[in-house]
C-alpha cells in the first residue's frame, strides 16, 4: 500500500527517543509520505531537522497554532509570513480556534486564522484548519474568507454530517484519523455517505491513537488502522482507501 499521513508531528518531545524508528516503522507499513504542520516558533529548528532526517518524505508547513495563539501573535505571524517568503512550504497551518482549553485569546485565535487563510491564497497553499469546541467560529472566519483561491483540509474532522458537507463546500478535504476508531467518535456512523474524493487520512500523532492504541502514543504507522476502518465504514478493500485518499493528498498538496 501507498499511504500518506498528512498531518504528523514528529518533531515534538515525544519522539526524541526513536525519531527515527518511527518513520522508519511507519515507511514499513506503507506510510511514504509526512505531511508536518507547524505550532509555534519554538519548533522550528525541530521541524527543519526532522526535514534532514528524510528529506524526500518530510513535508513542512509554516503556521501558528490556535492553542499557542497569546499575546505575542503578531510577532509569530510575522516570522510564519517570512518563512513562507525565504523557502518551499507544503501549506499553511494548522490554524484554526480552539476553545476547549481556554477563550481568553479568541479574538486572536480569529485574527490569527484570518490572516493565515489569506497567507494560504496568496502563496496557493492549502490552509490545514484546527477545530476544537469551536465550529460555529470556524465556519464563521471561513464565510467570511470563502473565494475560489480558498482549500485545503479539515484536520481531525470530528462533526456532523451537516458539518462535513459545510466544510467541503468551502473547497476542504476532511482529515480523517484515530477518532473514527473511537466508541463515541461518532463520525464513522455517517461517513459513508460523504464521497471518499474528498478525504485524506491522517495521525495527528503523537495524539488520537486509534483503537486498539487508544490513550498511549501515536505514531505515523498506525496509519493503517485507521485505513483499516475506513475500508470498513465504506465496504471496498483497505487497497482502495488508501489509492484515493493518497489521490485526495497529493492533489491537496500538490505533489
Same mark, same amino acid.
Given at each position: 500500500?501507498?499511504?500518506?499521513?498528512?498531518?504528523?508531528?514528529?518533531?515534538? !518531545?515525544?519522539?526524541?527517543?526513536?525519531?527515527?524508528?518511527?518513520?522508519?516503522?511507519?515507511?514499513?507499513?506503507?506510510?511514504?509520505?509526512?505531511?508536518?504542520?507547524?505550532?509555534?516558533?519554538?519548533?522550528?529548528?525541530?521541524?527543519?531537522?526532522?526535514?534532514?532526517?528524510?528529506?524526500?518524505?518530510?513535508?513542512?508547513?509554516?503556521?501558528?497554532?490556535?492553542?499557542?495563539? $497569546?499575546?505575542?501573535?503578531?510577532?509569530?505571524?510575522?516570522?510564519?509570513?517570512?518563512?513562507?517568503?525565504?523557502?518551499?512550504?507544503?501549506?499553511?497551518?494548522?490554524?484554526?480556534?480552539?476553545?476547549?482549553?481556554?477563550?481568553?485569546?479568541?479574538?486572536?485565535?480569529?485574527?490569527?486564522?484570518?490572516?493565515?487563510?489569506?497567507?494560504?491564497? !496568496?502563496?496557493?497553499?492549502?490552509?490545514?484548519?484546527?477545530?476544537?469546541?469551536?465550529?460555529?467560529?470556524?465556519?464563521?472566519?471561513? !464565510?467570511?474568507?470563502?473565494?475560489?483561491?480558498?482549500?485545503?483540509?479539515?484536520?481531525?474532522?470530528?462533526?456532523?454530517?451537516?458539518?462535513?458537507?459545510?466544510?467541503?463546500?468551502?473547497?476542504?478535504?476532511?482529515?480523517?484519523?484515530?477518532?473514527?476508531?473511537?466508541?463515541?467518535?461518532?463520525?464513522? $456512523?455517517?461517513?459513508?455517505?460523504?464521497?471518499?474524493?474528498?478525504?485524506?487520512?491522517?495521525?495527528?500523532?503523537?495524539?488520537?491513537?486509534?483503537?486498539?492504541?487508544?490513550?498511549?502514543?501515536?505514531?505515523?504507522?498506525?496509519?493503517?488502522?485507521?485505513?483499516?476502518?475506513?475500508?470498513?465504514?465504506?465496504?471496498?478493500?483497505?487497497?482502495?482507501?488508501?489509492?484515493?485518499?493518497?489521490?485526495?493528498?497529493?492533489?491537496?498538496?500538490?505533489?
Amino acid at each position: 500500500m501507498n499511504l500518506i499521513d498528512t498531518h504528523t508531528h514528529l518533531y515534538v !518531545e515525544a519522539f526524541d527517543e526513536d525519531r527515527k524508528q518511527v518513520i522508519e516503522r511507519a515507511v514499513e507499513e506503507g506510510v511514504q509520505k509526512f505531511f508536518i504542520p507547524a505550532i509555534d516558533s519554538a519548533y522550528v529548528a525541530s521541524m527543519y531537522e526532522l526535514e534532514q532526517l528524510f528529506p524526500d518524505r518530510i513535508h513542512l508547513m509554516a503556521g501558528l497554532h490556535p492553542t499557542h495563539v $497569546k499575546e505575542n501573535f503578531e510577532e509569530e505571524l510575522e516570522l510564519v509570513e517570512k518563512q513562507l517568503r525565504q523557502r518551499r512550504f507544503y501549506g499553511v497551518g494548522e490554524t484554526g480556534i480552539d476553545l476547549y482549553w481556554d477563550d481568553t485569546f479568541i479574538g486572536q485565535q480569529k485574527i490569527a486564522f484570518a490572516r493565515q487563510i489569506r497567507m494560504a491564497k !496568496e502563496h496557493e497553499l492549502p490552509v490545514i484548519i484546527h477545530c476544537r469546541d469551536a465550529f460555529d467560529e470556524v465556519f464563521e472566519v471561513l !464565510e467570511e474568507e470563502k473565494s475560489d483561491e480558498m482549500f485545503g483540509i479539515f484536520h481531525c474532522f470530528t462533526g456532523n454530517k451537516e458539518q462535513a458537507e459545510l466544510a467541503i463546500g468551502y473547497g476542504l478535504k476532511l482529515g480523517i484519523g484515530g477518532v473514527a476508531t473511537f466508541k463515541n467518535g461518532k463520525i464513522d $456512523k455517517f461517513l459513508d455517505q460523504i464521497d471518499l474524493n474528498h478525504i485524506v487520512l491522517e495521525t495527528d500523532a503523537p495524539y488520537l491513537a486509534p483503537k486498539p492504541h487508544r490513550g498511549k502514543r501515536n505514531e505515523s504507522a498506525y496509519l493503517t488502522l485507521v485505513a483499516q476502518k475506513l475500508a470498513e465504514i465504506y465496504g471496498v478493500e483497505k487497497e482502495e482507501i488508501a489509492r484515493i485518499t493518497t489521490e485526495n493528498a497529493c492533489e491537496v498538496f500538490k505533489i
